[in-house]
């Protein structure tokens, strides 16, 4: 090729790379809103049902609002705020209309009339308003039992959806800082499921914009430290935003957008790039012959086994993950499976011709640091027993705590606790005594359900209901029905008959019915009413044992003729709680026979490769026995943690397992093998355990302790892995009495 078609050749490659970086933010602004549905897959059976009672009900239009202060609202502050809740927020595009206490109406029974009276007349609570603020149907609504605490329901229109919807969520959501500045002793605090999401795809939207271009620069930092080469940092960006960008396509190609885990995968692929390209720039620029190309044929033979065998077992830990039956931890291996891969090909094939294309001459300013592990060897190969002693004690203790590990999950602690959304719900939590719900469920058999209404039957229902441990109270169409009763009871007249009295429910619970005051707790065309279990916790377990209950009473006599089952989000977390010791087994087993594979390809020999298995796991059951430690719930995290930890954390082990390989093959004894692969390997090893430790910290940015948690425990298991390659891995292997190798030679 001729120096012109050099140069233009050169230029593509240059305002490619560009292009690329430009096109990376673009991508990166694409974002998705957070939904309760796609934490299953589409088509998936749950998933259907919960979308079906969805389109049925409708129940997660509203946004709550609860306005609270020190001491109790004065009935003229009620009217007061009120008015502002209301004149605010209806004035909002998205807003259909807002409830609270200044505008509430409850029923009245007077002079043979039914008619709705407001609580509040003249800016004060009226008699009437103020005794049925005390009726069980009224209880916990409104204002809280000791007066500090006022709600209000803000009713969202049905076309909120998509950016709209992130549009007038965030109009809504940052409303709290004026709310807070104009009246300092009020707090302000949301909550709703689409408060929720809003918090979700608001973390997702900070990580990229904040997180990602620290952990950019963060990188950049180490790998100047590392090589102290201004040109390998540029073609290592260059190098890691095509990784960036192919992985950012395939996310938007098979999800329309970024969402908090996808965004989370992107991490990885960022990090998980560095380990080809630090392995690769480690031998080649240690090479100091002059012949570019015989530079660049020497350093792939001595690393691209290894890395392609370090890919391949990265990509089995996250390929592990879809066993999970949670989309977003199905897409998350997806994600970094596909980013490992690239970045490989990229090391390989396009680092390589751009070298050769623009005649790189790297220059170390510096040499690269050097790490002597030799004196820590020899005294590891002396003393194997002690280390591999003291290693057992540490797996007895990490054993016993893993035992204590408990399975749980708490949907709406997920955030660190000084968040907003962790503060509304500790506040919701305080003045109403309740967090999350249960949504039940009951239609007829044969017939019509609001028989069963009339008979008294969903009446004890209810009660049963009520009884069950966790359970604050609840809402159903039952409990309206049966607080028209007491009042038509109370308002009607002695010598009323029992068929007048139902007349007059029936014609109320008609009325009401045209002005769809049922309209989420009753469907006419499913035959079919709700009822919604308010409960004191989110946990799991708590939840778990509440279905069970239930599902005891459809399988009742009392209620035979009835079918009971529970139905909105509890049925996806239930689900997938259900589902996490199965499906981590399942991603573990994976994980575990597929690398024990690829170590046994390596060696040939089944000793080998069952004491390479060892150090290994040790990083895994350390974590497990932190969590049981600290008191950590097992959720889906746990997952996550295991299988990524055990991908990244055997490519040291890789890495080692060959170079010793090579040593053999050149007739070296196993002790002088040992050495001889740490002294050619350690410095990339410690270098990209350096880059991996020190990128995570970054995490703690997040406010998602999912995020943050993972960074502590990957950190820590990283490190642990490179100490028992360094430390327990030799140990093993001097225990070895057979040197074939050097008997041969003998």
């Known amino acids: 090729m001729n120096n012109l078609g050099k140069n233009i050749l050169r230029c593509t490659v240059i305002g ?54 020190e001491d109790p609202f004065t009935e003229t502050e009620m009217s007061k705020f009120g008015r502002m809740v209301r004149t605010f927020y209806s004035k909002m595009g998205g807003v259909e209309s807002v409830e609270g206490i200044e505008n509430a109406e409850y029923i009245s029974f007077s002079d043979d009339y039914f008619r709705l009276k407001p609580f509040m007349v003249e800016k004060k609570l009226s008699p009437g308003g103020l005794s049925a603020l005390q009726d069980q149907f009224w209880k916990k609504s409104l204002i809280n039992e000791k007066g500090t605490a006022l709600l209000f329901g803000i009713n969202l229109t049905s076309e909120v959806k998509g950016k709209r919807e992130k549009e007038v969520l965030e109009n809504i959501v940052e409303s709290k ?6 009246f300092p002793f009020l707090k302000a605090h949301f909550i709703g499921t689409k408060v929720g999401k809003y918090y979700f795809l608001k973390e997702m939207i900070k990580n990229q914009m904040t997180v990602t271009p620290l952990l ?199 955030f660190k606790s000084d968040h907003e ?23 007829k058999k044969e017939g019509d ?50 068929k007048e009295i139902h007349e007059k429910k029936e014609s109320i619970f008609h009325l009401l019915n045209d002005y769809k005051v049922f309209d989420l707790t009753y469907v006419e065309k499913l035959n079919e009413v709700k009822f919604t279990l308010f409960m004191e916790t989110s946990s799991s377990s708590e939840l778990e044992k509440v279905l069970k209950a239930i599902n005891i009473l ?92 055990l991908g990244i954390a055997v490519d040291d082990t890789i890495h080692f397992l060959w170079a010793m390989k090579r040593s053999l093959l050149e007739k070296k004894n196993l002790k002088n093998s040992v050495l001889k692969a740490f002294e050619d390997t350690s410095d990339a090893l410690l270098g990209t355990t350096l880059v991996f430790v020190l990128s995570f910290p970054t995490f703690f940015l997040a406010d998602l ?7 502590v425990f990957i950190m820590i298991a990283l490190l642990i892995a490179l100490l028992a390659d360094f430390i327990i891995l030799p140990a093993l292997f001097s225990l070895l009495k057979d040197d074939t190798r050097e008997k041969k030679s003998g």
């Open 554 to 645: 459809d399988q009742s006599d009392t209620y035979k003729g009835l079918k009971i089952k529970t139905m909105g989000f509890s049925s996806i977390r239930t689900f997938l709680m259900n589902n996490i010791i199965d499906n981590f087994l399942k991603s573990f087993a994976f994980s575990l026979a597929l690398i024990f594979i690829v170590f046994l390809l390596i060696f040939g020999k089944l000793s080998w490769a069952l004491l390479a298995m060892i150090p290994n796991i040790l990083p895994l059951l350390f974590i497990s026995g932190c969590m049981g430690i600290l008191g950590l719930k097992v959720e889906s995290n746990l997952v996550l943690l295991i299988c990524i930890s």
């Open 16 to 69: 490619t790379g560009i292009a690329i970086v430009l096109f990376s933010f673009y991508l990166a602004g694409q974002t998705v809103p957070f939904k309760i549905t796609s934490l299953l897959r589409e088509g998936h059976p749950v998933r259907l049902d919960y979308e079906e009672y969805e389109r049925n009900y409708d129940d997660e239009k509203f946004v709550w609002l609860i306005l609270e202060k």
């Open 705 to 711: 302790k999912l995020f943050r948690q993972m960074g």
């Open 216 to 414: 950019f620069l963060f990188l950049g930092f180490l790998i100047w430290f590392l090589f102290r080469s201004i040109k390998v940092v540029f073609w290592f960006f260059f190098i890691m935003f095509i990784s960036y960008s192919s992985v950012l396509l395939l996310i938007i190609f098979l999800e329309k957008g970024l969402n908090p885990y996808s965004g989370f995968a992107l991490f990885f692929v960022l990090i998980v790039a560095t380990s080809d390209l630090v392995h690769f720039f480690s031998v080649f620029l240690k090479n100091k012959k002059d012949n570019l190309n015989a530079r660049i044929e020497h350093t792939i033979s001595k690393v691209y086994w290894p890395c392609l065998l370090t890919t391949l077992t990265t990509s089995i830990g996250f390929l592990s993950l879809l066993f999970n039956e949670m989309a977003p931890v199905f897409y998350f291996g997806i994600y970094c499976a596909f980013g490992s891969f690239i970045c490989f090909i990229l090391t390989f094939y396009l680092l390589p011709f751009i070298i050769k294309l623009f005649n790189i001459s790297f220059i170390l300013e510096k040499e690269i640091p050097k790490f002597n592990l030799e004196r820590t060897i020899r005294y590891v190969q002396l003393k194997p027993k002690t280390i591999l002693l003291s290693t057992s004690l540490l797996v007895i203790v990490l054993a016993f705590f893993t035992a204590k590990l408990e399975i749980d999950d708490d949907f709406y602690n997920k």
């Open 421 to 443: 959304l962790s503060q509304s719900i500790k506040s919701f939590s305080d003045n109403f005594k309740f967090i999350g719900s249960v949504d039940v469920m009951v239609s």
């Open 177 to 182: 800082k004026e709310w807070e500045q104009n």
């Open 449 to 498: 359900i609001l028989d069963e209404s009339r008979n008294g039957l969903l009446s004890k229902l209810e009660k049963d209901l009520s009884q069950m441990n966790g359970v604050n109270h609840i809402r159903s169409f039952q409990q309206i029905m049966d607080y028209i009763e007491r009042k038509v009871i109370d308002g009607s007249v002695k010598n009323e008959s029992e």
